[in-house]
């Protein structure tokens, strides 16, 4: 697929938990970074919180390294809405050839099913004009994979 300059993402699925149960999770950036990043996906590394954020704060600023080149990823927890359960997040400085990049992810209940959850995740990425092709493909090609991780850690064990 051809990479744009502006690259837009949106993926849902159904999760095996209630809202509650997965927005405790998913709005811990350490939480959800580690679950769209296990195995084949290992794309993060030294995953930290910066000048005393945390879960609870908003903006919250955190980095991590990409293994792909060791370029160094800061972003921040720009909003977050409890109820509606939403979170908002961008790059706050541009890195390995994306010049700026926005998310957002938004837990739904299922109205008829109150074990489980709609999950959501918009981005939309900005792509420097002098990228390297491949990281960017490989960081969006990650991406791409990254719902359906989400999907797979709240998945029901067999019985």
Do not use: C
């Not at 999770?25 to 993060?44: E, K, N, Y």
């Not at 030294?46 to 609870?56: E, P």
């Amino acid at each position: 697929m051809p990479i744009q300059r502006k690259h837009t993402m949106y993926h849902s699925t159904i999760l095996e938990a209630d809202p509650d149960t997965v927005w405790a999770t998913v709005r811990d950036a350490m939480q959800i970074l580690a679950i769209v990043s296990p195995g084949d996906l290992d794309i993060h590394t030294d995953v930290t919180w910066v000048d005393g954020a945390s879960v609870d704060t908003v903006p919250a600023r955190y980095d991590f390294k990409l293994t792909l080149n060791g370029g160094l990823v800061q972003q921040e927890i720009a909003a977050r809405d409890e109820i509606n359960k939403t979170q908002s997040y961008r790059a706050i400085a541009p890195t390995s050839g994306v010049q700026s990049y926005e998310a957002t992810i938004r837990v739904l209940p299922i109205t008829n099913d109150p074990a489980r959850s709609f999950f959501d995740w918009s981005r939309v990425l900005e792509i420097a004009e002098d990228a390297d092709r491949q990281v960017v493909e490989r960081i969006i090609d990650v991406m791409e994979k990254q719902t359906d991780a989400v999907r797979d850690h709240f998945a029901q064990p067999a019985k």
